[in-house]
């Protein structure tokens, strides 16, 4: 014969379904957070092999632009997705939305966020 003891504690229950309860219900516990950064103050582009330019060889190779934001806070913040990016001369390198380089044509390029 196998006998089995349930004890449950109603107060520690109670709490845990309170919880459940405000969950579902859309409330979200709260964070601190990094807190407001304040205004933003620069921004700066690096790529992927330093700040001295990408060199692309081979049109299967790729870099990687990222663009942070600093703010009066001190705070950093990533702006790779956030902005958009413009080639000069055309032609000669795309960028896509994440700020991955691809090469298109043999030259030099100037790419601004």
């Known amino acids: 014969m196998f006998r089995?003891?349930?004890v449950t504690n109603v107060s520690f229950l109670t709490i845990v379904f309170a919880a459940l309860q405000a969950l579902s219900?859309?409330?979200r516990p709260a964070f601190p957070g990094l807190g407001d950064p304040g205004a933003l103050t620069?921004?700066?582009?690096?790529?992927?092999r330093g700040d001295e330019?990408?060199?692309l060889r081979g049109r299967e190779d790729r870099g990687q632009l990222v663009v942070t934001g600093?703010?009066?806070?001190?705070?950093?913040?990533?702006?790779?997705?956030?902005?958009?990016?413009?080639?000069?001369p055309?032609?000669?390198?795309?960028?896509?939305?994440t700020g991955v380089l691809t090469p298109?044509?043999?030259?030099?390029?100037?790419?601004?966020?």
């Not at 620069?42 to 992927?48: F, P, R």
């Not at 055309?90 to 939305?97: E, F, L, R, T």
Request: proline share 0%; with cysteine.
């Open 4 to 6: 089995c003891r349930v």
């Open 42 to 48: 620069s921004l700066s582009i690096v790529g992927d």
């Open 25 to 27: 219900h859309g409330a």
């Open 53 to 55: 330019g990408i060199t």
């Open 104 to 113: 298109l044509a043999s030259g030099t390029a100037i790419v601004t966020a």
């Open 70 to 88: 600093d703010f009066a806070s001190g705070q950093k913040r990533d702006f790779t997705g956030q902005v958009g990016y413009t080639t000069k």
């Open 90 to 97: 055309k032609g000669i390198v795309g960028v896509d939305a």
